[in-house]
Each structure stands twice: as structure tokens, then as C-alpha cells.
């Protein structure tokens, strides 16, 4: 046998005197070894193999190490060709889970999923935070994602569709559902004396831009039958589903008022904030004061939601209260009744016009709300069933995507292109490329039509609230935060003390096996939540 010997140490066979055979895959055989310069370098002791760069643990390419078979025994070398034919078998989703499963932090990487309810977007960020005495300069606590997988920390997402993220989107329609329900019975910095006062839930909805399909008993029945000036029939016959895919869609595209629509959504938050200043104004004008003096007696709150109808015209849901001057602390006067809040609502629901810009193609048009309103006020002196499920609704719809909505997308278009690629309906693409039509008009451009092309024009949040209505998005993550640090008994916010951090973002998303791994989890999660859910309501806890 010839003696172990080699210029890298004892434990490397001499290569002239090593008998064993070299096959494909070996880094020096000669079908797949090159001795080219991106290959080896060349030292004063002759030419060897180039160093290989330390991959992302997380998302970045495998290890490169050389094959060993052909040091192998012959049972061994088959038990490792088998291995490697087995695993290119898998596909890329489950090679990626392996890689990820037998990294030594992986137990640390599914903490950071964990803590993110299974996000499917998670937000990558790189940096350190530090907590020190304010008087002293002593560090209490120090935090740097170098000692994290991947150097990185994961984040969610928030976001409220439930097509592009489900657990953040669960996580956004609880905090609104607890706004939502604050404003109604108290709570959350709310005094609970709101539920006492004048409160109603409004539905504003937009006109008429075109006959549609309805889904009713029949259609759209008429006994001439007729047609339009493009030949087809005026009215329909049929009896439509709720889900049937023609409810919706207008009997005469040529007919519809496509330019009227996207520019109706492009002025509904201009639409709104007239209706609610002329709602004040009718209320100081019955209760016998100036108008300007309206702040001085009461305060009108709401939140609303605006919500997409199977014709993809978008209508408004509001929470309305009367309260004080000083907002939900102060008791709003004695005139302010439900009976003349509601008269109010309606009269200015009629009255409110908004006039949009001239332009020499289409001229002035004056935009108002539909002739459908609905004032529902809502009970008082106690507890309601009415303001819970307010809330739910309000909070389920806030999550809903376009998938869902079969209004517009989910994200926004860059080109003129994109619309045809988006899964809609003939419908909802026509509005769109109104939108970029209109969006390239010179008179048009403050409106930015095409940025919001994928919304139909509609422009702004789903959900809105005044400045009093009750607590922000901002305040109930900041009370989530403190009860997780006070529950995992971590370090909570002190007078005496002072944070410096510096984070920068590094990326989003998951790589193909992170993202399988991350829909398990968040799958266990939401499990867990319905049987802990159950077993309340067992125990009578619920």
C-alpha cells in the first residue's frame, strides 16, 4: 500500500500512487474538472481548488463540497449515488425544506415563524436595538440579528388581504373589529357612556351608471322586450344566482357609463367629506345656531368602510355618533336626537353635488350619491346584539382581496398591458382601461387614474374614521406588543430608560420550502385557535 503522504497534510492520498478509480462528479476527473482561472489559482506549491463563499443559511444557493465518492467502498458509493438520484427526484419545494430543516439554527428560524403567525410575507430586516439606563449609561439589554439565521429578522407583513397574506389579514380584521366596536360601546380609552348616545349605521351607495344583471326572482323582466340602439335586448328574463358570474355585468357594455364610474370612485372621498360638513350644517341649522358654530356645541364621529357591489361600484358603510364638543368624553346637548341626525343624514344624502373638472373631451360632470340610502339607527341604554355584529361586518370586509370582491386587483398595474393579464371579468378590465384612458388626460392627472387603475379609480383606504370616533391601529399594536413582552416577562417600557436602533430592510418573502413550512404553521395556529375557541365555549367561558 503506498504511504499516506501530500503537500495539504498527512490525511490527502498521493494522487500518482492512489488506485482508485475517479468517476463523473469528482472534482478532478475530466469531464467535470476545468483547470481554468475561475476554477483554481495558482500558489508557489502548484494549482489547487478556488475557496467557496459561505452561503445565505436562508434563500441563498447550496454549499458547493466536492464529491468523495470515488474514496467510497462499493456498497457506500451506490448508497450515496441512490441518495443524490432520490433527492433530485423531489422537487424544488421539498429540497428547499430539506436544506432548511438540517441547518443547525433551524430551530431558532421556526421560533421567528412562529412569532410571525405563519406570515407568508414576512419582511426581512438587518439590525440592532439597544436599551440603556438613561442616568447611568448601563446596558440592559442588547439585540443584533447577526446572531439570528440567515443574520435577519423576520417581520409581518400586515396585510389586510386575506388573498395575499391570511394570517396578518386574521390579525388586521381583529384590530378592526375591536376600533370598530369601541366607538360603539366604550373600551379601549372609549367611556362606555357612547353606547347611550344618538348612533345609527349608515349605507350610502353609488347611482346608476347602467342597467346590470340582478340576482333576484327574475332578472329584469319587461313585457315590450325592446332593444337598445346597439341591438341588444333592454331587458332579461332569467333567474340569476347570487354567485352566477353574469350578476353584475351590464346588459349593454356600449350602453355603460364607463367614464361617469371610474370618475365617480375618483371623487367618492371628495363626495363624502361635503356630505358630512353638510350634515353638520343642517343639524346647526335645526337646532338654531350658526353653522360656524357647530364645533362649539357637538361633534360628529363615524368610521366607514367602503365595500365593492357586484356591478364593481364601490359603496360606503358608516358608523355614525353624535357626541360633545369635546368628543367621546362629553355628552353631546339635548337636541341631538336620532330622529334629527337621520333627518339630517337623508336631506344632505340628496342634496350633495360634486362637480368634477372640465375637460374639452368629456365636459363637467356632477357626481352624486345613489338614490338607495339606508339609515339603521342602532339601540341604546344598554348592551345590543346590533353593535357586535356592526363590527364583525365592518371587520370581515376589510380583509376581503379583489379575488374575492371580483373588483379590480390585488396590486397595481405598470403598464397598459397588465390589464389583460389580470383575472377579471370583462367588466372590471373595461374600467381599467378607462382609468389609463382617462389617467393620460392632461385635467385628469391630480386624480391619478393610472396609479390607481387596479382599485377601478377608487382612491384612499378601505376603512376611515374620524380623529374622536375611538382608539388607532397604531395604539392596539402597541397594547398587543406590551401584553406579549409582559406575558414572555421580557423587558417592558421604563422612564429611567432609553432605545437606539438602527434597522435597514433586506428583503421579503420565502423562499419556495419556507413558504410550505410557514402555511404549516400558520395551519397548527389557526387549529389551535378554534379548538381553544371550543373549549370555551364548553367551559361556558365564552
Known amino acids: 500500500m503506498p504511504p499516506l503522504q501530500g503537500r495539504r497534510g498527512p490525511h490527502h492520498l498521493d494522487r500518482t500512487a492512489s488506485p482508485l478509480p475517479r468517476l463523473p462528479g469528482h472534482r478532478n476527473h475530466p469531464l467535470t474538472h476545468r483547470t481554468t482561472p475561475d476554477h483554481t489559482r495558482s500558489t508557489a506549491h502548484g494549482r489547487h481548488r478556488g475557496t467557496h463563499h459561505h452561503p445565505c443559511r436562508f434563500g441563498g444557493p447550496p454549499r458547493k463540497v466536492p464529491t468523495i465518492t470515488a474514496a467510497l467502498t462499493p456498497a457506500a458509493r451506490r448508497a450515496v449515488l441512490n441518495r443524490a438520484a432520490r433527492l433530485r427526484q423531489l422537487s424544488e419545494t421539498d429540497r428547499d425544506a430539506l436544506r432548511i430543516a438540517q441547518d443547525p439554527n433551524f430551530a431558532r428560524w421556526l421560533e421567528q415563524i412562529t412569532a410571525t403567525g405563519g406570515c407568508s410575507h414576512p419582511v426581512h430586516l438587518s439590525g440592532s436595538t439597544t ?4 442616568t447611568t449609561g448601563e446596558i440592559v439589554h442588547h439585540y443584533d440579528t447577526r446572531n439570528e439565521p440567515g443574520e435577519r429578522l423576520l417581520v409581518r407583513c400586515r396585510n389586510r388581504r386575506a388573498t395575499v397574506c391570511a394570517p396578518c389579514s386574521r390579525l388586521h380584521a381583529g384590530d378592526t373589529y375591536h376600533l370598530v366596536r369601541a366607538g360603539l360601546v366604550g373600551g379601549k380609552n372609549v367611556p362606555a357612556t357612547v353606547r347611550d348616545r344618538s348612533r345609527f349605521f349608515l349605507t350610502l351607495t353609488a347611482p346608476s351608471f347602467g342597467a346590470v344583471h340582478r340576482a333576484a326572482e327574475r332578472c329584469r323582466p319587461r313585457r315590450d322586450g325592446g332593444t337598445c340602439e346597439h341591438g341588444r335586448l333592454l331587458g332579461c328574463g ?8 353574469i350578476v353584475g355585468q351590464p346588459l349593454c357594455a356600449d350602453c355603460y357609463d364607463y367614464t361617469t364610474h371610474v370618475l365617480w370612485h375618483a371623487h367618492a372621498g371628495q363626495l363624502w367629506d361635503r356630505f358630512a360638513r353638510d350634515v353638520r350644517r343642517r343639524l346647526a341649522t335645526a337646532a338654531g345656531f350658526p353653522q360656524s358654530r357647530f364645533p362649539d356645541h357637538a361633534r360628529l364621529s363615524f368610521a366607514r368602510v367602503a365595500e365593492y357591489q357586484k356591478r364593481a361600484a364601490v359603496h360606503i358603510h358608516a358608523v355614525v355618533r353624535l ?7 362629553d355628552d353631546p346637548p339635548a337636541w341631538a336626537t336620532v330622529d334629527r341626525l337621520t333627518d339630517a343624514v337623508r336631506a344632505s344624502a340628496r342634496r350633495v353635488v360634486v362637480h368634477s373638472v372640465y375637460s374639452p373631451a368629456i365636459g363637467e360632470l356632477h357626481l352624486h350619491w345613489g338614490s338607495q340610502v339606508n339609515v339603521r339607527p342602532l339601540h341604546t341604554h344598554g348592551d345590543s346584539p346590533d353593535d357586535d355584529a356592526v363590527a364583525a361586518y365592518v371587520a370581515k370586509y376589510v380583509t376581503k382581496g379583489a379575488s374575492e370582491t371580483g373588483a379590480g386587483a390585488d396590486h397595481r398595474l405598470t403598464s397598459f398591458d397588465d390589464i389583460e393579464a389580470t383575472p377579471a371579468t ?12 382617462l389617467g393620460g388626460l392632461t385635467e385628469y392627472a391630480p386624480l391619478r387614474l393610472r396609479t390607481w387603475a387596479h382599485t377601478l379609480g377608487y382612491r384612499g383606504h378601505i376603512l376611515t374614521k374620524s380623529r374622536t370616533y375611538s382608539t388607532t391601529y397604531a395604539a392596539l399594536r402597541a397594547d398587543r406588543v406590551n401584553h406579549l413582552r409582559a406575558a414572555a416577562r421580557t423587558l417592558v417600557a421604563d422612564p429611567h430608560t432609553a432605545t437606539e436602533s438602527a434597522w435597514r430592510y433586506i428583503g421579503s418573502g420565502h423562499t419556495p420550502g419556507a413558504a ?13 385557535r378554534e379548538n381553544a375557541r371550543e373549549a370555551m365555549a364548553d367551559w361556558g367561558w365564552a
Open 131 to 134: 436599551t440603556y439606563e438613561t
Open 238 to 245: 332569467a333567474v340569476h344566482g347570487a354567485t352566477d358570474l
Open 323 to 329: 357626541d360633545g364638543p369635546d368628543g367621546p368624553n
Open 426 to 437: 370583462s367588466h372590471v378590465r373595461t374600467l381599467m382601461r378607462t382609468c389609463w384612458r
Open 516 to 528: 410550505q413550512l410557514a402555511a404549516g404553521i400558520a395551519e397548527d395556529l389557526t387549529s389551535s
